[in-house]
């Protein structure tokens, strides 16, 4: 460890795993509070989360793995986790203590990982979280037995209230670095054996020994992951023989493998559970049952499902705008703040033009990212989230795929990257293909910014449906809606076509419902949001300043004379916009925008917006700091107070002086960017998942298609209306 | 002893008994992780497809596809 100054027993490393929704997170945030860090292993998508706290002089470091149901790693990602704990990883100090959190309600189940872990051969605490509820539940412990039974200490619990977490620090104190060596297995002694003889067999010539727990699930991993090679480098044909003779003798001896780990371990959890903990006779109902009943009710589960989304983009537009407005209102400050302190000229107009107006368009739409993430932080922790899993579904399953790539699909909406990581929950490797190459489809946080501009500036603000809801909400619903048609039908034609498979079976767990924290809320809302931030601060930032070098350069002082000599009689205002309109149509942007114009005239697009579109190649959010430059050299100077929208509005065409932006063109535009690729990240983040250049290119070849034959057809449709 | 069925011959309400899964061992290996083994109690809370079964204090959410069933021991009086 590189910490010299700290002696090595004051710091203690403490791994803590545990099922998914038993509160992992919650101790996890209990214990370390603000001190923590995320970040990536390298090579997988699974978060790092590493946490530091302090009893007396005692640092601890606190690594969060991922919830699951058992260390049994068929996936890199699942890998991770087993190498954090057997300290086969350089990023991380091997864990000096394992806590093990449990679910008091259902401890048969949760103590299947506690046997796995106590295999592991490090000193181990079980923290027993929801005692209250389980006690409700009518559920009696013996913990002093169990504890004595599993031959670790158990700390009960209620993480949500803070209650045993004295108990769970003096514990872990007391118990690091606590000899290990006396573990019952519990296999039986042929399988054993059989362990043993492998570890012998594979460690003989090796300097790097394979621990025992790995050659135990080396033996146990009948479909393949850990003897890929990927995984662990020194299996070869022989020690695969080894394992296929040594699966076939027990086999014989009434021991089949994989079936053979339940069998050992469930019958090992009900040896420890026996006379230290009694289930009532009889289960009586819980208030989960009973809100259940109606939230996973085939048509008012659904009705509702639906109307909650409507609320939620309802929300969207009516409560952000108070705050949008004063960021709008600070930013155009500083813009014109900087304009009068310095003098006409390019770094004026890289500031005013290019940073303030660029970065300001994109911050503004900050609100509306807090709560639309704030919603879906509410869904996950009250456990809601899963019910959608379920209602959706049978929906899923129409278009081959299940209501596990629901969640990957609608994180999706707030921004496709961790739509598509968070993708990896699906084992079945063509349903998670599918999942990811429809999952930019959704319409991310990223398109919201030109969902609400455009509307906001061409669709009337009437209401509909008997006044409840607004006409402008409702476009904006059925952008979103378009993005799902769409994905629906490209998944269909992918199972028909390039994917053909069977439809995997689907198994998901439904929490209880619970009241949401806000503590949890809060930090997953700000997380995302600072997510977005830092896109928008960096990313977005220098591709600002990019397009509004495009923009800006070549620029001669001939355009300008030029034109002060053919309109001699213009007034200076008049000229001043000739002179900039000149100046950015000779620009590099405006001559790949004018390249481009006749592909897209057909969408009822100019020469500028084609610009913009180009320019939002690496994010499409881009796209308004784009169009914010472009309409702004472009303007006239005393328009430089009015924001975008009103800028847009009064844009024309240079021949005929009709307006450029009417509701067909908004549409267009909108439909464009619901359908289209434009996101350099979403394409590298799918290149990393496919590790291939095949998916991302097909990803972008597909959507850009879609997106330039949507955007024509509601161009000219529209235009039916219109005229 | 009852009759090994399907476990989505179930009706909601209807209690019964793991039996036997059936199918790739990867995918019954998956199941028996998240708690369906031989012999444990479940009880059909929302029969169809997916159905949702519980499971001692749980609830699991489940489709079973061609490849892989679980069969149970149905409560019945028969």
């Known amino acids: 460890m590189n910490k010299p100054s700290i002696p090595a027993q004051q710091e203690i490393t403490v791994a803590l795993i545990g099922n998914p929704n038993t509160g992992k997170s919650t101790l996890f945030n209990a214990l370390t509070g603000v001190r923590q860090r995320v970040g990536n292993y390298p090579g997988v998508t699974v978060e790092k989360k590493i946490g530091r706290f302090s009893v007396g002089n005692t640092e601890y470091q606190c690594i969060d793995l991922p919830g699951t149901y058992s260390l049994a790693p068929r996936s890199p990602d699942e890998m991770i986790t087993v190498d954090v704990l057997l300290g086969r990883l350089q990023e991380v100090p091997p864990p000096d203590v394992v806590v093990c959190i449990v679910d008091a309600s259902n401890l048969q189940r949760n103590l299947y990982l506690v046997s796995q872990a106590l295999e592991l051969g490090l000193p181990t605490v079980v923290a027993l979280n929801m005692m209250d509820t389980a006690r409700a539940k009518g559920i009696h412990f013996d913990t002093e037995k169990l504890s004595k039974n599993l031959g670790v200490p158990i700390v009960p619990l209620q993480a949500n209230r803070g209650i045993g977490l004295d108990a769970l620090r003096e514990s872990l104190a007391a118990v690091a670095g606590t000899p290990t060596d006396n573990r019952i297995s519990p296999f039986p002694e042929a399988f054993q054996t059989e362990v043993a003889l492998l570890e012998e067999q594979l460690n003989r010539a090796s300097e790097s020994p394979v621990p025992r727990y790995l050659v135990e699930r080396l033996l146990l991993d009948t479909g393949g992951y850990l003897s890929n090679g990927e995984a662990l480098a020194s299996i070869d044909d022989a020690f695969q023989n080894h394992v296929l003779l ?478 | 002893m009852n009759d090994l069925i399907p476990l989505n011959h179930l009706v909601t309400g209807e209690r019964a008994r793991v039996g036997q899964l059936l199918g790739v061992p990867e995918e019954v290996h998956r199941l028996q992780e998240l708690g369906l083994r031989d012999g444990a109690p479940i009880e059909m809370v929302s029969s169809g497809s997916p159905c949702i079964i519980r499971l001692s204090e749980t609830k699991l959410c489940f489709r079973n596809n061609d490849a892989t069933s679980v069969l149970v021991y149905a409560d019945r009086a028969s």
């Open chain 1, 246 to 723: 040594a699966r076939k003798r027990l086999s014989a001896a009434g021991y089949p493998v994989p079936a053979v780990e339940a069998m050992s371990r469930y019958a090992w959890v009900a040896e420890m559970l026996d006379g230290a903990v009694t289930q009532p006779a009889e289960k009586q109902r819980s208030t989960s049952d009973q809100i259940d009943k109606v939230l996973t009710h085939k048509i008012w589960g659904t009705t509702i499902f639906a109307c909650m989304v409507l609320i939620i983009f309802q929300a969207i537009f009516s409560w952000a705008t108070p705050a949008m407005e004063s960021i709008d209102w600070a930013i155009g400050k500083i813009g014109n703040l900087i304009g009068d302190i310095l003098p006409t000229g390019a770094l004026q107009s890289l500031l005013v033009d290019g940073v303030v107006a660029g970065v300001g368009a994109v911050l503004v739409f900050l609100p509306q990212i807090f709560i639309l993430f704030f919603f879906i932080a509410v869904l996950e922790d009250c456990g809601y989230m899963a019910r959608t899993a379920y209602l959706m579904d049978k929906l899923m399953s129409h278009v081959g795929l299940s209501g596990k790539s629901f969640i990957p699909l609608l994180s999706s909406f707030a921004c496709a990257v961790p739509g598509i990581m968070a993708a990896r929950v699906i084992e079945n490797r063509r349903d998670r293909l599918v999942t990811i190459l429809i999952a930019p489809l959704m319409s991310c946080s990223a398109r919201l910014p030109v969902y609400i501009l455009l509307i906001g500036a061409f669709v009337p603000n009437t209401k509909t449906l008997g006044g409840w809801v607004g006409l402008q909400a409702l476009t904006m619903f059925g952008m979103y809606l378009v993005g799902i048609v769409a994905a629906v039908a490209v998944s269909w034609l992918l199972h028909k076509t390039l994917l053909k498979g069977e439809t995997p079976p689907f198994v998901m767990e439904l929490p209880s419902y619970k009241i949401p924290s806000l503590r949890t809320v809060v930090q997953r809302m700000t997380e995302r949001g600072w997510a977005f931030v830092r896109r928008a601060g960096t990313l977005i930032f220098a591709v600002t300043i990019l397009v509004w070098a495009a923009a800006y350069f070549p620029r001669s002082p001939e355009v300008e004379a030029q034109i002060r000599a053919n309109f001699p009689a213009l007034n200076e205002s008049e000229l001043e916009k000739r002179i900039a309109g000149a100046n950015i149509e000779q620009s590099i942007l405006g001559r790949m925008g004018h390249a481009i114009e006749p592909v897209v005239k057909p969408l009822g697009w100019d020469w500028r917006i084609g610009c913009a579109v180009i320019a939002s190649f690496p994010a499409r959010e881009v796209v308004i700091g784009t169009l914010g430059v472009i309409y702004n050299l472009g303007g006239e100077q005393d328009e430089q107070s009015l924001s975008l929208q009103e800028r847009l509005q009064s844009a024309t065409w240079p021949e005929t002086d009709k307006p450029v932006f009417n509701l067909p063109v908004a549409l267009s535009i909108m439909v464009f960017f619901a359908l289209c690729a434009q996101c350099a990240a979403t394409l590298a983040v799918i290149k990393r998942e496919t590790n291939s250049w095949r998916w991302p290119a097909f990803t972008f070849l597909y959507m850009t298609v879609l997106a330039y034959l949507g955007a024509l057809s509601t161009y000219q449709i529209g235009m039916l209306f219109v005229s």
